[in-house]
């Protein structure tokens, strides 16, 4: 599904430049559930980025369900990002005008999926979510817990190949950010390729393998044995 | 533009965003409203001023004969020149095809004014006919002076509304009332109406009764004319510039003054100060489209300034539908469709207001030098168009550099 190979990228700071990823290899097989752990600094940001084609590499190859990912125009990225990408932020990122179901029929809209069925759409997908009660409320009438699923629903509507995860827990209580993860883990049963970047390790241990960076390089690549969020919950 | 998908967004966006919707389209409002009511009153000024300058024919020419201040083939300075019906006769021949209309006029000096038992204390000149037209004095009542009565030296008066409002109040119409001049009754046969009080405190009675019945002799105390009309104003100043050189020639031979002394004989003419005045109202004009341009500028600084502050506050919207897939044009569009919607819409409604308070306040205004404040509705239209396309303009840099942003970065943006 993704085959990165020997990717760097550096950023200019003034007359210094700071390399930040330093020749990354990497795949990822439809249906994985990924977990990309490092610290502040380590580049895996910078790593979703590039994923999330809203970089991009200085060299090396990305390819992207068979389709290389390669100097794109803004343009021809945005449709890309929109069929084959889904977003998960640790800030939620919902528009704070627009309710729930608006929120999660956006990127339908970019998709120019007609009205009415952009919101059946978004309506099966809140609904998936557990949040169909709350479908015509406002994110600041929402729980931290409750924007998230919106937020994951939003990114399950556009129904991409892959679904990029930044810190998704990060502004959870424990007890929410499992819950959030056990939703994560069960659009991955049904099948869904995701990637999450994370610095905790107990969320990082739901996920079926480990990706350690460190210095702009992968230090560590394991599969590992999955513990179910369920338990916890 | 017909995308009515992108229409239903933005009218949500409208709808969920009111207040700051209704912001953004007080200030554009207002300052169209500003704007219109600001060249609706430097109009009102031209209009007023246009107005003081109507009281006399604006081709009209004036003689004064005055005191000689140089010596000239051997007479002595300080001699007081004295006009006499010849002199008008002469120049009124020699000048008959530059000339429209012309009259010589004797200021009746040292008489008592009575009407019944009242003494009144206006002034009598003695005018003939075309003095009407040369004054521009429009008759209320009756007529002016005629051929008629310059010929036959009859005994018939020609008052101002004033004298009539103050004298004769107690009767329906002052014709056919009698006021006697040093002990002679003078029939009044019109009423007359100037621009301004002060010209209408005159009594008018025929040149040639003035001359015989108040020992005027051949004398004259000055002369007017008016010139024909001419369409072009540069022609018409030249042509009385001309005519006044002329003129004052002639006259300097007859009188044997010196060709440089301007005082002994002045001749002043109306076109000329028209173009001086010309000049002030073009000053006038000029610096209200200075201002109006200022507030234009300074509307086009504030809608620009509302769309940055928009276009900033929605940073974060707007990396998120990036995000979710928006193509960077679509997010442009987006942003200057929404703000070209209210900018309109605003614009025009300050505008429908402006005009409807210039219209409905307008010709109630009553101070010296404004008159029917109003604005020409193209200028306003395109005043508005303007801000419009300033507001976009002024719109389009910050979306554009929005839609150029990095995601992450403005998703960070908190």
Redesign the interface.
Same mark, same amino acid.
């Given at each position: 599904m993704i085959e990165i190979k020997d990717l760097h990228k550096s950023y200019k700071m003034g007359s210094n430049s700071l390399h930040v990823l330093k020749g990354i290899n990497f795949k990822v097989e439809e249906g994985e559930l990924v977990a990309i752990m490092g610290s502040s600094g380590s580049g895996k940001?910078t790593l979703l980025?590039i994923l999330?084609m809203?970089?991009g590499a200085d060299s090396g190859e990305y390819t992207l369900d068979n389709v290389p990912i390669k100097n794109l125009s803004?343009?021809k990225a945005?449709?890309y990002?929109?069929?084959f990408l889904g977003?998960i932020?640790q800030?939620f990122? !919902?528009?704070n #005008?627009?309710s729930a179901l608006?929120n999660v029929a !956006?990127?339908l #809209?970019?998709?120019?999926v007609?009205?009415k069925e952009r919101q059946e759409k978004a309506m099966k997908y809140l609904d998936r979510v557990g949040l169909k009660p709350w479908a015509a409320h406002l994110p600041s009438e929402l729980s931290g817990g409750q924007k998230q699923r919106v937020a994951i629903a939003?990114a399950m509507a556009?129904e991409p190949k892959v679904l990029l995860a930044d810190e998704p827990t990060g502004a959870l209580d424990s007890k929410t950010s499992y819950e959030v993860m056990d939703l994560i883990q069960k659009i991955n049963d049904d099948g869904n390729t995701i990637l999450v970047v994370t610095h905790e390790e107990d969320i990082a241990h739901m996920c079926k393998r480990i990706v350690h960076l460190k210095d702009g390089v992968i230090v560590e690549d394991k599969k590992i044995e999955q513990v179910r969020a369920e338990q916890y919950v | 533009m017909f995308d009515l998908?992108r229409w239903?967004?933005i009218f949500?966006?409208i709808r969920?965003?009111k207040l700051r919707t209704f912001l953004t389209g007080l200030s554009v409002a207002s300052g169209i409203f500003i704007l219109v009511i600001l060249l609706g009153f430097g109009q009102g000024m031209r209009n007023g001023i246009e107005q003081e300058f109507k009281q006399d024919a604006s081709t009209s020419v004036w003689v004064w004969p005055g005191v000689t201040s140089k010596e000239y083939k051997g007479l002595n300075p300080g001699r007081r020149i004295q006009l006499v019906n010849e002199n008008f006769d002469r120049s009124s021949a020699m000048f008959k095809n530059t000339i429209e209309r012309g009259s010589s006029r004797i200021f009746v000096r040292g008489v008592s004014v009575n009407y019944g038992k009242e003494a009144l204390i206006y002034g009598v000149q003695g005018v003939a006919s075309d003095f009407q037209f040369i004054e521009n004095a429009s008759m209320l009542e009756g007529r002016f002076i005629n051929y008629q009565d310059e010929v036959s030296a009859g005994k018939v008066a020609v008052i101002g509304n004033k004298i009539k409002t103050d004298v004769f109040n107690k009767v329906d119409s002052p014709i056919g009332e009698f006021v006697e001049i040093s002990g002679i009754p003078f029939k009044i046969i019109g009423v007359y109406k100037e621009m301004e009080d002060r010209e209408e405190e005159r009594i008018y009675i025929p040149i040639t009764t003035a001359q015989k019945a108040f020992n005027g002799g051949n004398r004259i105390n000055n002369m007017s004319f008016t010139l024909p009309p001419v369409e072009n104003f540069d022609e018409a100043v030249a042509q009385a510039i001309n005519f006044k050189d002329d003129m004052r020639e002639y006259l300097q031979q007859i009188h044997t003054v010196a060709p440089d002394d301007t005082g002994a004989m002045e001749v002043w003419s109306a076109m000329e100060e028209a173009k001086r005045y010309y000049g002030l109202t073009n000053n006038i004009k000029l610096f209200f489209w200075f201002v109006g341009i200022c507030t234009i500028i300074a509307g086009v600084v504030g809608v620009s300034n509302i769309m940055m502050i928009v276009v900033k506050e929605r940073t974060?919207?707007i990396?998120?539908?990036?995000?979710?897939?928006?193509?960077?044009?679509?997010i442009i569009a987006m942003i200057l469709h929404e703000s070209i919607f209210v900018t309109a819409i605003s614009g025009f409604t300050g505008l429908i207001f402006s005009m409807a308070l210039l219209e409905l306040v307008g010709p109630n205004i009553e101070v010296d030098y404004v008159l029917n404040p109003s604005v020409n509705f193209k200028v306003a239209f395109s005043t508005v168009l303007v801000l419009i396309l300033a507001g976009t303009l002024a719109g389009f840099v910050p979306a554009w550099r929005a839609?150029?942003v990095?995601?992450?970065e403005s998703?960070r943006d908190?």
């Open positions: 940001s980025n999330g809203l970089d803004e343009t945005a449709q990002r929109n069929k977003f932020f800030s990122n !919902l528009i #005008y627009k608006e !956006l990127p #809209y970019y998709q120019k007609p009205r939003r556009a | 998908e239903q967004e949500d966006t969920k965003n974060r919207e990396g998120i539908r990036k995000a979710l897939g928006a193509k960077p044009w679509s839609a150029k990095q995601v992450i998703l908190e």
